[in-house]
């Protein structure tokens, strides 16, 4: 187990030496379980207003988590509904990962070109629904979401 830890380490002090990375920054779910009332909040300033920026959002699950996908409301200059799928239709992972952690990356923006300097704020929350409920209160097995804003190569 602690060998798998120090490969992960390594692996995010070489993802973090990214010079392209404008922002990136994780919040981690307690017990693993991400409770609707609980929306992640993401604060990053921006000081380049020419460069094109691709933002991504990065969830982080068990190999437990019992549903394909994973809906999300994503709030920052305006409302979108987000569907991100997990697993395929024979039920393999899509992520990538080490043990039962899996990691995904999706695109959620591309060639965003920030029109002034500034902070801004995006804010996640789960979507999740099952059968005749509004919402999944505590949506078990994901132990973080994350996001990454990186300058485009053109």
Known sequence: M???SWIFLFAIALVSCNSNTVFEDYRS???KQWNADSSVVFNYSVADTTSKNQLIIKVRHTVDYDFQNLFLF???DKVDTLEVM???KEGMWLGTGVGDI???EVKYKKDKIFDKK???TIEIEQAMR?????KIQAL???SAIGISIQKQDE
């Open 130 to 134: 099952y059968g005749k409920l509004e």
């Open 29 to 31: 779910f307690e017990d």
């Open 140 to 142: 078990s097995h994901i």
């Open 102 to 104: 899996r990691e995904l």
């Open 74 to 76: 994503v709030k920052s």
């Open 2 to 4: 602690k060998k798998n």
């Open 86 to 88: 997990l697993a395929n």
């Open 118 to 120: 500034g902070n801004f």
